[in-house]
């Protein structure tokens, strides 16, 4: 598994969550939420992260169906996904993202988070689901080929 820095991205049509990783860590942390619908404004966000981050590959939630099927928002994430790759030239990794964001708001429900509070925080808090899943199942991985 390459080394270096990873941002996840939990995609929606109003708000971006974007999370931040270690791969060396394998540890996730919620790192921003991007708002707006405008996509020269979320790029030019997604730009800046980059720069400032450098990660060595991007990882996005791929919305399905409970039964693992298909629906509207996996097609807009795999598209977004590709345009990732695209303007920056990075990796981009699909992630089954299926109940990240009602995990993330039971998290910030159980640590006492006002509604609010929670709305500001969930989108990034569920990228970091998305991220620590990827990990996890990266380490999985290696185990299987290590032993």
Known sequence: MPEGTVLAFDFGLKRIGVAIGEIFLGQARPLATL??????????AIARLIAEWQP???VVGLPRALDGSEHQ?????RRFAKQ????????????DERLSSSE???RLRDAGLSWQ???QQVDAVA????LQDYFDAQAMLKEGCDA
């Open 56 to 58: 060595a590959h991007l």
């Open 127 to 130: 990228a970091q689901i998305i």
């Open 104 to 106: 993330a708001e039971d």
């Open 84 to 95: 990732l790759e695209g303007r920056f030239g990075l990796p981009v990794h699909l992630v």
């Open 73 to 77: 928002m996996t097609a807009r994430c």
């Open 117 to 119: 509070a929670r709305k």
């Open 35 to 44: 708002s707006g619908e405008a996509n020269d404004i979320r790029f030019a």
